[in-house]
């Protein structure tokens, strides 16, 4: 396991007082810690710091990561700073369990993972019939006989650490009739002759997340699943997630919310100093399951939420059925509630598949701003760009046309572009600040920036755009670069504060 860092601010020496594990870096706050800058995995508190403490730890402590002793004393800066960070009190007692068994939960393992139906293999004994959905889904419709027996694998393990826990479910729907077991063996790194442990999971325990705790040894997982019965089975994704056992996933305080078929939203709020604007930032296209954009929205200072997701490879563009549309509203309205902010206090951003959230959820908010980077806006033009301006280059964007839009046909194409520029179109922007970084040679939504800019005067909105030479994935850095001055901009001119 990598080393966690820890801080502990108290009049003893927690080196001595407490046994600390070898994958544990404690530190006493002293002067000279406060000169080197970093953050830590998790802050306990047992004594007043100090301002000049206190300010420290603000810059040094992250959000759901900071415990103070239930004895301790709370100071107007303390109680300012367990807000501020989302503190919890914790029992003085209980220090030495916390080191024992649950500071193992900070580590900086940040891995999510999908594993998509391609890497889904059918075993050759199968003798139904399987169809395959794009990279979305892939279906078996057969008998799966009168005993169970393994239908499918995956082809890639999951490697494992001693020590480390994998939330883990698999996101499926069957025939009645059928019945599964989803089997995870690991084996010892580098051997393949001899198991560790096995777990099988059926029934009820498969439709929730379930957790693998491995205490044992370094190794890799092998995930195989056994059917019997006869009916359907459509497997849309296997998810493998580092574990937090409560604290939390992906990061210290990520939630996962989820619509009633199971699509999922993930989101991160931390409060910064709980002063306006609350940044909102979407996620672009990313494999790995998680959160984009944490280091850059805590650095600006303010309340930031990030908000993610992977129903298809990569994700689907934050749109679908009124129900998921609702939950993602739901989200950022809770947070701005939280922080009693109204929509001029919200600034909403993202890049490339995040501006589609930004944009498409702008009407519902009405923020001062909206900051974006390689726009895409017309998603089915996307999807036809597949056909005849980029074969092959970004396959997730016919899973989604079909996806939300039911088909893949001309009609489909057109409601899917319709359903973000009739709500655009609708919404009053006079008070909003657009900032638009481009790719003039855009191959995926070569029209993006023109319509917008052509929907953006007859709103009466201001506009900051800035065009690069290049295609969609060409110049990701000079796209950055711009997006991170322009949002400190907006900070300054709009909410007259300090961003460095």
């Known amino acids: 396991m990598d080393e966690i860092r820890v801080l502990a601010v108290s009049n003893e020496d927690w080196n001595e007082k407490y046994r600390i594990p070898e994958y544990v870096s404690l530190n006493m706050l002293t002067d000279e810690v406060m000169n080197e800058e970093s953050d830590y995995d998790a802050v306990f508190i047992s004594r007043v710091p100090s301002v000049e403490e206190t300010e420290y730890l603000k810059r040094a402590v992250k959000a759901y990561t900071l415990f103070i002793i239930d004895s301790t004393e709370l100071s107007f800066t303390v109680k300012e700073l367990f807000r501020m960070r989302k503190g919890l009190f914790f029992p003085e007692l209980g220090v030495q369990g916390f080191f024992d068994h649950e500071i193992r939960n900070f580590h900086q393992m940040n891995r999510g993972e999908k594993i998509n139906p391609q890497n889904f293999i059918v075993s050759t004994g199968f003798n139904g019939n399987v169809t395959w959905k794009g990279y979305s889904e892939v279906e078996l419709d057969g008998d799966f006989g009168d005993q169970y027996h393994q239908i499918a694998y995956w082809k890639n393990t999951i490697p494992i650490s001693k020590g480390q826990s994998l ?80 604290y939390g996933f992906f990061i210290p305080g990520g939630e996962i919310y989820k619509t009633s078929s199971g699509e999922e939203v993930f989101c991160y709020f931390e409060p910064g100093d709980m002063k306006p604007p609350l940044n909102v ?109 980029r074969p092959g280059g970004f396959p997730t964007s016919l899973d989604a046309l079909y996806h939300i839009a039911g088909d893949t046909d001309e009609e489909a194409v057109k409601r899917l572009n319709d359903k973000l520029w009739d709500k655009f179109s609708a919404a009053d922007y006079s008070d909003t600040v657009f900032v638009i970084s481009y790719m003039i040679e855009d191959d995926y939504d070569r029209y993006a920036h023109d319509r917008l800019i052509e929907h953006l005067n007859s709103a009466g909105a201001k506009v900051y755009s800035r065009g690069l030479h290049g295609r969609h994935k060409d110049n990701t850095s000079g796209i950055v670069y711009w997006f991170a001055e322009r949002y400190k901009q907006i900070i300054r001119d709009e909410y007259k504060r300090t961003v460095v």
């Open 167 to 246: 939330d883990m479910f698999l996101e499926f729907t069957k025939s009645d009739d059928v019945m599964l077991i989803l089997s995870v063996t690991q084996y010892r790194a580098g051997q393949v002759a001899q198991f560790e442990q096995r777990w099988d999971f059926d029934k009820e325990r498969l439709k929730e997340v379930f957790c693998i705790d491995n205490l044992n040894a370094n190794g890799n997982l092998f995930i195989s699943l056994k059917a019997k019965g006869s009916g359907k089975i459509s497997v849309k994704g296997l998810h493998s997630r580092s574990s937090r056992r409560g």
């Open 281 to 389: 930032y979407f996620a672009g296209y990313k494999k790995r399951e998680g959160f984009e954009g944490y280091n850059l929205m805590r650095k600006l200072g303010c309340p930031f939420l990030l908000i993610s997701e992977s129903r298809l490879e990569g994700g689907c563009f934050y749109m679908g059925d009124k129900e998921y549309e609702d939950l993602v509203k739901k989200i950022i309205k809770k947070y701005m509630d939280e922080l009693e902010f109204e929509g001029n206090d919200v600034i909403l951003s993202g890049m490339s598949m995040g501006t589609t959230g930004a944009l498409y959820y702008s009407p519902d908010i009405r923020p001062k701003a909206v900051i974006i980077g390689k726009p895409l806006a017309s998603i089915g033009d996307v999807a036809t760009a597949e056909l005849y301006y």
